[in-house]
């Protein structure tokens, strides 16, 4: 879903990030406020003047539900691992734009390694950047990354590295995420 306008009202204390600036913050039950963005599993909350984003293991406290991270049938199967984990980094998105991270073009690495002695367990290595260095939300899209990505049976871990060389520009964004936000 994509714009929303839906009211909700927090049925229980919560903490959500505040937008751009990244800061953590507790909003408490019987918060009012929009979704204005409902994507990849979190959400971006508009109450009184301000922006927030919530994540997704916390969609009970507006009543929703949480995603369901995918199930790898075959972790043996190097190819369906990788496929699942782009998949769930296409599930990340800036709380600002509604397009997900990888159409923006912000995921410059995404390296899937064997682990020791092992065929069924990985590890991954991302290089990603943002649409702007002074972005808040970098810490908080990493998170997101290394939690989905994690999350997923056969991931032992997942480290997220910001890098900002070479700098993004539009032209990084795919056809369909230009098209999404008016530049095509």
Known sequence: MYHTNEPVTFNRNCSVTLIP???EV???????GYITQELGGSFTIYIEGNLFRLSGKDADAIGKEAIIIPIIQNPKDYDHVSEI???QLKTCYDPEIPVNIVDLGLIYKCEVLH?????????VIIDMTL????CGMGPILMQDIKEKIEGLS??????VEL???PPWNQSMMSDEAKLQ???L
Not at 131 to 134: D, K, Q
Not at 154 to 159: F, L, Q, V
């Open 21 to 23: 600036n990244g800061d």
């Open 26 to 32: 507790e909003l408490p039950e019987g918060a009012f």
């Open 85 to 87: 984990i782009w998949q």
């Open 115 to 123: 682990e020791k002695d092992t065929d069924e367990n990985y590890q």
């Open 131 to 134: 649409t702007a260095p002074g």
């Open 154 to 159: 056969c991931i032992s871990t997942c480290n």
């Open 163 to 165: 890098v900002f060389d």
């Open 181 to 183: 936000t008016g530049m």
